[in-house]
């Protein structure tokens, strides 16, 4: 018997995205239709994109103007770098001059003091030799001015290339722009209404919705069970993927099947439930965000297990019960625990294992068929259908087959549906004697089946039918209790 959680679920898209225009401007083109398959990438609005191809175009010339303003501070740097070499070489050149020039001048000074020569001419060897010093020093504070030079053009470099990066990011974002004026799906999916049409002026942001795509493909059932059973859904969800079946209401369709996708990481304190999610393919499109299903969450497996239609469960003050029969034969209430509940029968975890009780406009009927022990839901459910089928109004009995005498007892009850006749054998007409006394008894005979009407039991005498097990006349046994006319039956 599969343990199973059942509630009420809300069909989700696995995504929902509005779409919505980044600039404003005059929709002049849509490319689908509303409640159309769309896939991601697939062109679906176009805006006027004069304004921004122009706004590209002046960005684009801005860069180029800068483009040439990086090649002329470079030529300017190759200038001057070249201005430096030429000092450099002056620099060596006029150093060898002042070197030669040094040495004349202390030789010259030498054959002065000798006596060699004049002082004039010792005088003019020193004046050259100072002279040439004097443009070594010149042309080292040219190579100075030059180098300089250099390192203003390279700057000048680099800030024309943070103008020209300025513009390249002008560029791309006029681009960018310009791609706003095409609007794509964003994802795939199914698109809802369309909101405006071609004309419309729209304006950029969340205000101007166009149109909603939902994704469908796989899709998502939200619903919620109770906070107690969050311990077994975590115990259950160890040992891989739960499994989640949806069916519509008032359909008899196959289940739809999806596996527990997510578990809240919070129990709502307004409800104390705890909501899950199960996500399914949804192939065949047969869900659709917004609807109602019901779902049942499958915890695991439960061999052997006890199961009764869940009529047959009542409240009472003491909690929930059921009627069971006794060894003497005779029906009892006695206390059950049911753990769940699993296409209208309850799973029976304390208490008997067999019980049946169905009340319908204030009868209750109780029938007998053969003892049954715990059983598979799918075996028992026809049964319990069968067992269980409405009393009508009005009718008629089939003729009897045999001279079978076991009844059922009815307190001006009508017919018995046609469908109880078919499931447990042939009921025989209202015998023509009423020996209660009470003028408003009628027998009724059932091939393989017994049943009693149990409303006034006690206050009514039997009526009397030669051969059955029920004495002539009298009260029913154990104050009130019922009596199966067979041994062999059991009473549900």
């Known amino acids: 018997m599969p343990i199973q959680l059942q509630a009420i679920g809300n069909v989700q898209a696995e995504n929902t995205v509005s779409v919505t225009p980044q600039i404003g401007g005059e929709i002049t083109g849509v490319y689908f239709k509303k409640g159309q398959e769309v896939h991601k990438g697939q062109l679906l609005f176009t ?19 800068d483009l040439a303003a990086v090649q002329q501070a470079r030529a300017t740097l190759a200038k001057d770098l070249a201005a430096v070499r030429q000092a450099q070489a002056n620099l060596a050149r006029d150093e060898a001059t002042a070197q030669y020039a040094q040495a004349s001048s202390s030789r010259y000074n030498d054959l002065y003091r000798q006596g060699a020569i004049s002082q004039d001419q010792a005088q003019q060897y020193s004046a050259t030799s100072r002279s040439n010093a004097a443009t070594v020093q010149a042309d080292k504070d040219a190579i100075a001015n030059a180098q300089a030079a250099t390192k203003g053009d390279e700057a000048a470099i680099q800030n024309a290339e943070g103008v020209v990066v300025s513009d390249q990011g002008a560029v791309k974002n006029a681009q960018v722009q310009l791609s706003y004026t095409k609007i794509y799906a964003p994802i795939d999916g199914r698109a809802g209404d369309i909101l405006v049409n071609q004309g419309n ?15 469908i493909h796989p899709i998502q059932v939200s619903f919620a069970v109770p906070e107690s059973n969050l311990p077994e859904i975590q115990k259950y969800m160890q040992n891989g993927k739960l499994s989640v079946d949806i069916t519509f209401p008032n359909t008899n369709n196959q289940p739809i099947r999806g596996t527990l996708s997510f578990v809240n990481n919070t129990v709502d304190n ?25 779902t049942t969450l499958t915890l695991t497996t439960q061999p052997n297990a006890t199961v009764v239609p869940s009529q047959a469960v009542q409240n009472g003050p003491n909690g929930q019960f059921v009627f069971v029969a006794k060894p003497d ?44 022990a715990s059983k598979q839901a799918q075996t028992v459910a026809p049964t319990v259908a069968q067992i269980i089928a409405p009393i009508p109004m009005a009718g008629t009995l089939p ?15 009508p017919p018995i549906q046609e469908a109880i006749h078919e499931s447990f054998g042939v009921v025989h007409p209202p015998s023509d004697h009423d020996d209660a006394g009470d003028g408003g008894d009628y027998d009724f005979w059932v091939d393989e089946l017994s049943a009693v009407a149990h409303q006034r039991f006690a206050q009514r005498r039997l009526s009397h039918h030669s051969g059955n097990s029920i004495p002539t006349g009298s009260q029913p046994r154990n104050n009130g209790s019922i009596r199966c006319p067979s041994p062999g039956e059991t009473v549900f």
């Open 399 to 413: 003729t009897p087959a045999d001279g079978s005498d076991r009844k059922i007892l009815a307190e001006t009850m």
């Open 270 to 294: 307004t409800t104390g439930t705890i909501q899950l999610m199960g996500t399914f393919t949804n192939a065949n499109g047969q869900l659709w965000p917004g609807q109602y299903v019901n």
């Open 329 to 372: 034969m005779t029906v009892a209430n006695v206390p059950v625990t049911v753990s769940s509940t699993i296409n209208g029968l309850d799973v029976v975890q304390k208490g008997c294992n067999l019980a049946i009780r169905w009340s319908q406009t204030g009868r209750q009927i109780w029938l007998t068929a053969a003892k049954f």
């Open 201 to 215: 002026v729209v304006q950029s942001g969340n205000s101007s919705v166009l149109v909603k795509i939902d994704q």
């Open 47 to 65: 805006l006027d994109d004069r304004s921004a191809a122009a706004a590209l175009q002046q960005a684009q010339g801005t860069l180029a103007r």
